[in-house]
């Protein structure tokens, strides 16, 4: 059996670099990550064990419309499960997260078009950065918003998935873009004729999927 669980943070760990025995239990103190040794490697080359499943969902109750056509803008998340841990929300909008870790970000957003014409809504990820520097590579999706049709606004759900290594405090915003300010972020309160739950606007939801 294992003796009892050795504690430093995570930059005492790499300034150690120890050899673990096989078995031993090596925790950081300030990520709660955990590696188990082996009896040859030194710590830099162990493996993290499970994670310790941080987590946030993060949504908005209002519709929100832009000024001007292709013109990026932040995407507002201004309601905040109060169970989530070790992932929050700063300025109305950047997801930011508390501890290092491989993380899963999923949202799903409710778009509406009030014109005739089908339009153009673009949806990516910026990184720790208010310009387009910050724009994450290879994330950006485009949603063609159906048209306004039979007296009822023309309606599309866009969902996407990202898988991310983020290190702590690292915060990640949605941007979005329009080709026509008639193409929004719609979100509806509960209705009772016909009943049917608010509409957010936007979901959003982050789970660490692994230690890193």
């Known amino acids: 059996m294992s003796g009892p669980i050795k504690v430093n943070t995570r930059s005492q760990w790499t300034a150690l670099n120890p050899v673990l025995t096989a078995g031993e239990l090596g925790l950081e103190s300030d990520t709660q990550n955990l590696k188990i040794g082996d009896g040859r490697?030194?710590?830099?080359?162990?493996?993290?064990?499970?994670?310790?499943?941080?987590?946030?969902?993060?949504?908005d109750s209002t519709s929100q419309i832009a000024a001007a056509i292709n013109t990026a803008y932040p995407i507002k998340?201004?309601?905040?499960?109060?169970?989530?841990?070790?992932?929050?929300?700063i300025s109305d909008g950047r997801i930011t997260v508390d501890y290092p870790g491989i993380y899963s970000i999923t949202f799903s957003i409710q778009f509406s078009n009030s014109d005739a014409q089908i339009h153009d809504i673009n949806v990516w990820l910026r990184k720790n950065n208010d310009g387009s520097l910050g724009d994450v590579p290879a994330s950006d999706s485009r949603f063609s918003i159906i048209s306004r049709h039979g007296g009822v606004d023309g309606n599309v759900i866009g969902t996407v998935n990202f898988v991310l290594s983020l290190a702590a405090n690292d915060y990640i915003e949605l941007m979005w873009m329009t080709s026509n300010v008639a193409a929004y972020i719609h979100a509806e309160v509960a209705e009772t004729s016909p009943a049917h739950p608010s509409?957010?606007?936007i979901i959003c939801t982050v789970v660490q999927v692994a230690s890193a």
């Open 77 to 89: 998340l201004r309601q905040v499960d109060t169970a989530s841990r070790g992932v929050r929300i």
């Open 199 to 201: 509409i957010p606007g």
């Open 41 to 59: 490697s030194p710590w830099a080359k162990l493996p993290y064990h499970g994670c310790p499943g941080y987590w946030g969902s993060f949504w």
